[in-house]
C-alpha cells in the first residue's frame, strides 16, 4: 500500500495497525473517517451556501455529491444543476 504523501515508514506503521484491528475496530473506523467527510462537506456546503441554508437543502447538496443527477431529479425531485451544484 502506498501513500504518495505519506513517508514509508509511517505507511507502513498505519498498515499493521489496521491489519492488528478486528473487522469490527475496522469498521467503525470506516464509519468515523465517513462521518468525518460528511462533516467537511457538510462544512463546505454551509460556507457556499451561507447561514440561511435549511436542514433540507443541506442534506439535498450532500446527497448530490454521491449521487447522479438523474437520481437525485426521480427519487428526490432536486435537480442538483438547476440548484448549482
Known amino acids: ?33 465517513n462521518r468525518s467527510v460528511e462533516a467537511l462537506a457538510a462544512a463546505r456546503i454551509r460556507r457556499e451556501y451561507g447561514p440561511g441554508l435549511s436542514d433540507r437543502e443541506l442534506e439535498l447538496r450532500l446527497a448530490a455529491l454521491r449521487l447522479d443527477r438523474d437520481t437525485m431529479v426521480k427519487v428526490f425531485d432536486w435537480d442538483p444543476e438547476a440548484r448549482g451544484l
Open 1 to 33: 500500500m502506498a501513500m504518495s504523501d505519506t513517508r514509508p515508514e509511517a505507511s507502513r506503521i498505519l498498515v499493521r495497525g489496521y491489519a492488528a484491528m478486528t473487522p469490527t475496530e475496522r469498521l467503525h473506523r470506516v464509519v468515523e473517517l
